[in-house]
């Protein structure tokens, strides 16, 4: 499978921002559905934020509505996560996601299996600590 390239994770304080960075060097990102994951020690793995390519709605988990936001730069052909105020409970290891099959909405694709799409980044960890 081709892999997505992530940056951008690190060690920030409560209420600061940090910008994740997901780079697709072969895939034309306004054809792909397009989200972040993230997966903590002890947890199941969450859907942050996914666009479809399908309807074009986007989805943001309840626990970072108003905080985060996803974008995406066709000619750059990447797309982010934009994290502010972040929190404690933010930290995790973050994973940029991509597919072309995705015939759902944003909020659906937030919950599929990871087997059901096929372009994965390698994922960066991001500490939210005082």
């Known amino acids: 499978q081709v892999q997505l390239v992530e940056s951008g994770g690190g060690l920030v304080q409560p209420g600061g921002s940090l910008r994740l960075s997901c780079v697709a060097d072969?895939?034309?990102?306004?054809?792909?559905?397009i989200g972040w994951f993230r997966q903590a020690p002890g947890k199941e793995r969450e859907g942050v934020s996914c666009?479809?390519?399908?309807?074009?709605?986007?989805h943001y988990a309840d626990s970072v509505k108003g905080r985060f936001i996803i974008s995406r730069d066709s000619a750059a052909n990447a797309f982010w996560l934009q994290m502010n105020n972040l929190k404690f409970e933010d930290t995790a290891v973050y994973y940029c996601?991509?597919?072309?099959?995705?015939?759902?909405?944003?909020?659906?694709?937030?919950?599929?299996?990871?087997?059901?799409?096929?372009?994965w980044g390698q994922g960066t960890q991001v500490t939210v600590s005082s």
């Open positions: 072969e895939l034309a990102l306004d054809y792909y559905s």
């Open positions: 666009f479809s390519a399908w309807d074009h709605s986007t």
């Open positions: 996601a991509a597919s072309y099959e995705i015939r759902t909405s944003g909020q659906a694709m937030c919950t599929m299996a990871s087997q059901t799409l096929p372009y």
